[in-house]
């Protein structure tokens, strides 16, 4: 598949059991009804939930309206290689707020 193999496959029945675990350090800043996650990430390492959102096959809007120009930067390029690797999508919705979608999901 994609760049990301190399850190393991999930089967199905995986993603459904750590759908939990990937939502735990997001409950405050993000939505979880529906296949449409939203994130406001703070640092670095908040991209890691956020790639396993996309790998789980979910739609992530990520705000960075919160960070400094340099993090947001760096945090938007992360995220669209990942979905790039995972060949999917991603939009602007508006200024500073990004829909990163999986394979198979088209915005018009």
Do not use: W
């Not at 409950?27 to 956020?50: H, W």
């Not at 959102?53 to 930067?73: D, F, G, P, R, Y």
């Not at 991603?90 to 200024?95: S, W």
């Amino acid at each position: 598949m994609g760049l990301f193999d190399l850190f393991g496959k999930e089967t199905k029945s995986d993603r459904i059991s750590n759908r939990n675990s990937v939502d735990a350090p997001f409950q405050n800043d993000m939505q979880k009804k529906g296949p449409v996650s939203v994130f406001s990430p703070t640092s670095y390492k908040d991209v890691e939930v956020i790639i396993d959102c996309l790998k789980a096959n979910k739609t992530a809007i990520v705000h960075l309206t919160q960070l400094k120009t340099e993090t947001a930067i760096r945090i938007l390029d992360m995220l669209s290689g990942a979905v790039y690797a995972l060949n999917g999508g991603v939009y602007e919705m508006e200024k500073n707020i990004f829909m990163f979608s999986p394979s198979g999901v088209e915005i018009y």
